[in-house]
Nanobody
Framework: QVHLVESGGGLVQPGGSLRLSCAASGDIFSLNPMGWYRQAPGKQRELVAS???????NYADSVKGRFTISGDNARNTVYLQMNSLKPEDTAGYYC?????????????????WGQGTQVTVSS
């Protein structure tokens, strides 16, 4: 099993910043990609940003220019720097890791989720 532990959520005023962290541990063979999703009440979970092990990134249109995803492969950790936050960014944010678990040759596909961290943007 692979465990993801998120941190960094909280309450922030519009225009403020937060940095989320997600550390993966456990039976990791390789992680690729890692990403952040979010889910607001009554809405579907959506991709916010993702990053491959090679450093390629992908962002939702709604966060481009405001959010930055980065990763530390050695620490199996991914970060989400969120600037210029808006009330519509309010949601539970969930870390996701895809890739492979186990030890060669006993490897298996991964699609692990963290427990989520709440981000609330309000004055």
């Amino acid at each position: 099993q692979v465990h993801l532990v998120e941190s960094g959520g909280g309450l922030v005023q519009p225009g403020g910043s937060l940095r989320l962290s997600c550390a993966a541990s456990g039976d990791i063979f390789s992680l690729n990609p890692m990403g952040w999703y979010r889910q607001a009440p009554g809405k579907q979970r959506e991709l916010v940003a993702s990053i491959t092990s090679g450093g390629s990134t992908n962002y939702a249109d709604s966060v481009k220019g405001r959010f930055t995803i980065s990763g530390d492969n050695a620490r199996n950790t991914v970060y989400l720097q969120m600037n210029s936050l808006k009330p519509e960014d309010t949601a539970g944010y969930y870390c996701n890791a895809k890739g492979l678990g186990g030890k060669y040759p006993m490897i298996y596909p991964l699609n692990s989720w963290g427990q989520g961290t709440q981000v609330t943007v309000s004055s």
